[in-house]
């Protein structure tokens, strides 16, 4: 199973910027798809967005279209995403995760085979 670790969470302010990472274990697979999804307390995890591997295709929430971007890097088997214009709203774990699918836009939580342990990003207003 591969490990997905995700870094770069932290507190910003308002109109600010982060870019979270997520490396995984060892190769992905051309065929699978990569997303982020996030969670804020009392609430369930949602999507944000997702990428797929061979091709880079993305799909991204309403609510996030405009301000982030999904990126990968198949040499180091890291995807990425920018974070801009963050928002309080935007407060939440975020979480990496990974798919056995080429699928893009379906993007509920249990069509996801495999998770990072999440990183924290706290945005002050």
């Known amino acids: 199973q591969v490990q997905l670790v995700e870094s770069g969470g932290g507190l910003v302010q308002a109109g600010g910027s982060l870019r979270l990472a997520c490396a995984a274990s060892r190769p992905i697979f051309s065929r699978q798809t990569m997303g982020w999804f996030r969670q804020a307390p009392g609430k369930e995890r949602r999507f944000v967005a997702e990428?797929?591997?061979?091709?880079?295709?993305?799909f991204y929430a309403d609510d996030v279209k405009g301000r982030f971007t999904i990126s990968r890097d198949i040499t180091k088997n890291t995807v990425y995403l920018q974070m801009n214009s963050l928002k309080p709203e935007d407060t939440a774990v975020y979480y990496c995760?990974?798919?056995?699918?080429?699928?893009?836009?379906?993007?509920?939580?249990?069509?996801?085979?495999?998770w990072g342990q999440g990183t924290q990003v706290t945005v002050s207003s």
């Open positions: 995760a990974g798919k056995k699918s080429s699928l893009i836009g379906d993007v509920t939580p249990n069509t996801y085979n495999y």
């Open positions: 990428i797929s591997w061979y091709d880079a295709i993305t």
